[in-house]
């Protein structure tokens, strides 16, 4: 059984998440100790919890130490099955967060898959719902995995209430290598902005801060973000809540850039927080925002072929997945920076794959 210190790195969720779905897809036994040894309030959430529950769920897994406040899990899977499964996190704990523990397993179950899962879609934090729909499921799709991500309701902090259906309809059972290194030229820039239970113009004018900021810096590029919002008598949200998220669609990639309403902030500054994290990171010139290039790691290892990924910013994220990675591949993977090294700088990283095959 591989023993994983929870406290390495930067010591939280992500070290559980990529653990547990590495174990699952590799069927590996695994003891986490120190659960989330880094945060104020150490051990399983109720978010932490669902995760574990999920990837249970789909390995046959037998599990010890789940419950609220736990520090120590034991997990051992049992072969991966496909089916529909739902899970309710019954908080605004995130879903996306519960699917990237997900993200490794679901390209190698043996027929189609369908999660629902519901909880918070936009919440600090973690990554937003439509982050997910428009950047990372198409850099999966690079990999040769295609996820369909179906948004029924945005869920919000506190109250959460979202529902989400993620839907992998043939599980490609193996994975490219990539080369995302370098974006290249900036071809357009998309964006979502949107308001639930709030007044419409919360949203435009989120729209309209990123799109000045991002046409301001980005001369000759298209910019357009469209507006989501319902009408008071059709909007079925349990709470209010506002965000935006822009993506650049690049010559070799996709970036993007996210921030969240919250109360006293105002729709500028949330349009505007966006913009200047995509803007950030296209600076860099690398393949791969700030959030990105430590979710893939985990895909990247599983895959058939040398991988390299290019990162705008070596966050500490990123740092903690590579040693989860290189500890659950053994002698069989190789992990490692091939350039950069520095905290919070753009850097490249070489994964030889596993190669793991249905």
Known sequence: MIVIDGSMGEGGGQILRTALGLSAVLG????????????????LRRQHMIAVKAVAAI????????????????????????????????TAGSVTLVF??????????????EVELRGGT???????????????????ERFGFRVEVELYR???????????????A????????????????????????HAVRLPRHVAERQARAAMELLRSRLSGVPVHVDVEWYEPSRDRHLGPGSGVVVWALTEHSVLGGDSLGA?????????????????????????????????????????????????????????????????????????????GGEREKPFVARVRGLCLQR
């Open 28 to 43: 590996k036994p695994i003891r986490i100790i120190n659960i989330r040894a880094g945060r104020p309030n150490p051990g």
């Open 59 to 90: 390995s046959n897994a037998r599990v010890r130490g789940l419950r609220l406040g736990s520090t120590v899990l034991e997990f051992e899977p049992d072969g991966l099955r496909s089916g529909r499964f739902r899970f309710d996190i019954g």
């Open 100 to 113: 990237q523990a997900l993200m490794p397993v679901l390209p190698f179950v043996p027929g189609p898959v």
């Open 122 to 140: 936009d919440v600090p934090w973690s990554p937003p719902i439509d982050y997910v729909r428009f950047v990372l499921s198409r850099l999966l």
């Open 154 to 168: 945005r869920g919000h902090y506190p109250r959460g209430g979202g529902r989400v259906v993620f839907r992998v």
């Open 170 to 193: 043939e599980p490609p059972g193996r994975l490219r290598a990539v080369s995302l290194v370098e974006r290249g030229e900036v071809r357009r820039v998309e964006g979502l902005s």
């Open 263 to 339: 109360r006293g902030k105002r729709a500028e500054v949330v349009g505007e927080e966006a913009a200047k994290k995509l803007l950030e990171d296209l600076e860099t010139g690398m393949a791969l925002d700030r959030h990105a290039s430590d979710m893939l790691f985990p895909i990247a290892l599983l895959a058939c072929g040398e991988s390299l990924l290019g990162g705008a910013r070596l966050t500490m994220h990123a740092y903690t997945n590579m040693e989860v990675a290189r500890i659950m591949a053994g002698d069989r993977g190789v992990v490692e920076l091939v350039r």
